[in-house]
């Protein structure tokens, strides 16, 4: 079946930088995304790999390698406000494209 | 960026009952739209993609007869919770993919509790 691996937790302090990794097990696989969820809320899009390195946008970036199949989000000079849950998402082209999820980092940062 | 508009933002509904949800993208169109469900503390489950003027692909173990999906136009799919239950009772949410390789974009999502 598809899925995504994810750490489950990270707790780090604010300023310090974090990253949270994803594996994953796909057919189809196009291209890497990550969001971010705040309680009650609906995930807001961070950052897309389609290619192979390093993407960055301010304070996030991402990084995907196919051929490890593997790809993480990292978080620079944490804010308390960046404590929310964060899911890297495969989009996957089987005959028509779709978007599945790993089940989410919970980030907690701390002062 | 693009716009995604869901509706209603909560709903409560009696046992039995069915409730739509209604899915908008307000500023592009989208041939496609996804279905998800989350329970707390859990991540989105696909439950179907939408496909506009035909019929909804359904991922496994989702019961098409209690999840009736509609995507009459370009810019509006529906879900409708047939016959609910309490099990039912979750956040669903809705999403388009403007074109393959962009964001998905995401309606606000439907706490549905059903009592």
């Known amino acids: 079946g598809q899925s995504l691996e994810q750490p489950s937790e990270v707790t780090a302090v604010e300023g310090a930088i974090v990253q949270i990794n994803c594996t994953y097990q796909?057919?189809?696989?196009?291209?890497l995304s990550w969001y971010q969820q705040h309680d009650g809320g609906a995930p807001t899009f961070l950052s897309y790999?389609?290619?192979?390195g390093l993407e960055e946008t301010g304070r996030f970036s991402s990084f995907l390698s196919r051929s490890d199949s593997y790809g993480y989000l990292l978080l620079q000079e944490l804010q308390m406000k960046d404590s929310a849950s964060y899911f890297c998402?495969?989009?996957?082209?089987?005959?028509?494209?779709?978007?599945?999820f790993g089940a989410g980092t919970r980030l907690f940062v701390k002062a | 960026g693009a716009v995604v508009s869901q509706h209603p933002s909560r709903v409560i509904c009696k046992s039995g009952t069915s409730v739509k949800i209604e899915c908008r993208s307000l500023?592009?169109?989208?041939?496609?739209m996804f279905w998800y469900r989350q329970f707390p503390k859990q991540s989105l489950m696909l439950m179907a993609t939408?496909?506009?003027?035909?019929?909804?692909?359904?991922e496994q173990g989702v019961e098409k007869d209690k999840f009736l999906i509609n995507h009459a136009s370009l810019t509006l799919s529906t879900l409708t919770v047939t016959s609910a239950h309490p099990e039912d009772s979750s956040f669903y949410i809705c999403?388009?993919?403007?074109?393959?390789?962009?964001?998905?974009?995401f309606g606000q999502g439907t706490r549905l509790t059903v009592v």
């Open positions: 999403s388009a993919l403007p074109t393959a390789n962009t964001e998905a974009f």
């Open positions: 796909t057919s189809g696989f196009y291209g």
């Open positions: 790999n389609g290619l192979d």
């Open positions: 998402a495969a989009i996957l082209n089987t005959g028509g494209f779709k978007t599945i």
């Open positions: 500023d592009f169109q989208a041939t496609t």
């Open positions: 939408s496909n506009e003027g035909s019929k909804a692909t359904y």
